[in-house]
Structure formats: C-alpha cells, structure tokens
C-alpha cells in the first residue's frame, strides 16, 4: 500500500510540475505565433528568389516557426510513447487502484496530446500558413510580370520580322535571352521539405522512445527504489 501511495504521489507531483512547465512555454510559443501572423499582415515579405537557401530568404522564419512548435511535438511524443506503455502493460487488468493509475499515466497525457495538436495548430500551422499564402502571392505576381514582358518582347521580335527590320529583331531577341536569363521561379515555402521532414521524423521517433523508457523507469524502477525507502526490517 505504501509503495502503491508513493508511486501514484510522486507522479502527480511529477505529472504537476511537468503541466506548469508546459503551461508556460505553451503561454510564451502562443504570444509568438501570434506576433509572426501580425507581422505578416503588417509588412510585405521581401522574397529573394536567387538567395543561397533555396526559400527566398526565409528560411530564419521558417525555422523560427519549426522552432515554436518542436518542443510541443517533443513533449507529445514523450506522452504518446508513456501512455502506449501504460496502456498495453495495465490494460488486462483495468480494477481497483490500477484505474487511477490508468488516468495519471494513461488519459491525462491523452488529454495533454490533444490539446497540444490545437496548440502547433495556433503556433504553427496558421503563421505557416500565412507566410505561405504571402510567397504564393508574390510568386503570381511574378509569373505574371515576367510573362507579361516576355509576351511583349515577343511580338515586338514578330513585328520587327515582319517589318523585315531584322537587325532591330535581333537586339529586342536579346534584351529577351536577358530577361530570361534573371528570371527564377519563387519558392512557395520558408524550409526545405526534405531536411525539415526528416528532423521531424527524427524528433518525434525520439520522443516516442524517451517516452517509453520513462515508463519502464516508472514500472521497475520506482517500485525498487521505494522498496529500500520504505522497507523495515
């Protein structure tokens, strides 16, 4: 009985502290998006199609935004991966006291998995989306411009050629072998997909695993460590 009372008082002191912790940081990452989507309604993106990072320039933005929603999908994936442990190792025998272990170790991190997708939706998915929405504008206004004077130069090479005006013709077809030449296509996204996939992957994979060794911390560990505690001779 003692061994049950401080195992189930140590993880709701744990499971208590580590909720403050994230409350806070969820409070600090939400004040952050919100910030980067009024930013984006306040300035115009200035997008560098020829910039080494492949995104325009960007790619501080975009890590800024991984940034933001990276420890929530760490700290989800520690849940996920204790709670799975949990569940498959108490679930043959859901009675009695095993219940209230089932909601500390079990539905409370499913809960806090829940509302952390809502918060990588506030913190990430909506400022991603709007900067996206911004680089997909500027790259039709682009297209647009660059196809507008292309088409122009175009027929004025035809009507040149017609005018027999050959000369001339082939001055304008240069000015457009130029404007072809410092034409690029402009990225839609602020990150490489690839790198940003796979660190993800990598992250969460991570997690998942630190998850489930800390429930087997908490099955084998704990009892023998209470066990010395608390054993009388």
Same mark, same amino acid.
């Given at each position: 009985?003692?061994?049950?009372?401080?195992?189930?008082?140590?993880?709701?002191?744990?499971?208590? #502290?580590?909720?403050?912790?994230?409350?806070?940081?969820?409070?600090?990452?939400?004040?952050?998006?919100?910030?980067?989507?009024?930013?984006?309604?306040?300035?115009?993106?200035?997008?560098?199609?020829?910039?080494?990072?492949?995104?325009?320039?960007?790619?501080?933005?975009?890590?800024?935004?991984?940034?933001?929603?990276?420890?929530?999908?760490?700290?989800?994936?520690?849940?996920? #991966?204790?709670?799975?442990?949990?569940?498959? *190792?108490?679930?043959?025998?859901?009675?009695?006291?095993?219940?209230?272990?089932?909601?500390?170790?079990?539905?409370?991190?499913?809960?806090?998995?829940?509302?952390?997708?809502?918060?990588?939706?506030?913190?990430?998915?909506?400022?991603?989306?709007?900067?996206? @929405?911004?680089?997909?504008?500027?790259?039709? @206004?682009?297209?647009?411009?660059?196809?507008?004077?292309?088409?122009?130069?175009? *027929? *004025?090479?035809?009507?040149?050629?017609?005018?027999? &005006?050959?000369?001339?013709?082939?001055?304008? &077809?240069?000015?457009?072998?130029?404007?072809?030449?410092?034409?690029?296509?402009?990225?839609?996204?602020?990150?490489?997909?690839?790198?940003?996939?796979?660190? @993800?992957?990598?992250?969460?994979?991570?997690?998942?695993?630190? #998850?489930?060794?800390?429930?087997?911390?908490? &099955?084998?560990?704990?009892?023998?460590?209470?066990?010395?505690?608390?054993?009388?001779?």
């Amino acid at each position: 009985m003692i061994l049950l009372v401080g195992n189930l008082l140590f993880m709701a002191l744990l499971q208590l #502290g580590g909720y403050y912790c994230i409350g806070i940081l969820t409070w600090a990452m939400s004040i952050s998006g919100w910030y980067v989507r009024q930013l984006l309604r306040a300035f115009q993106l200035s997008i560098q199609p020829f910039h080494p990072d492949q995104c325009g320039g960007l790619t501080s933005l975009g890590n800024f935004c991984f940034g933001l929603a990276s420890p929530l999908l760490i700290a989800s994936g520690i849940f996920i #991966g204790y709670s799975l442990f949990a569940l498959l *190792e108490y679930s043959p025998a859901i009675n009695g006291s095993e219940k209230s272990y089932l909601v500390l170790n079990v539905y409370a991190p499913l809960l806090f998995v829940l509302f952390s997708l809502l918060m990588i939706v506030i913190v990430f998915v909506l400022p991603l989306r709007d900067i996206h @929405t911004k680089m997909v504008s500027e790259a039709k @206004t682009n297209e647009t411009l660059y196809f507008t004077r292309t088409q122009a130069l175009r *027929e *004025e090479i035809q009507a040149l050629l017609d005018a027999k &005006q050959v000369e001339a013709a082939k001055a304008v &077809q240069e000015e457009k072998a130029l404007v072809e030449t410092l034409y690029a296509p402009y990225p839609r996204w602020p990150f490489r997909f690839r790198s940003k996939l796979s660190s @993800t992957v990598l992250e969460v994979s991570g997690s998942l695993v630190i #998850g489930v060794l800390a429930a087997e911390v908490q &099955q084998y560990f704990l009892p023998a460590i209470f066990t010395l505690l608390f054993h009388t001779p």
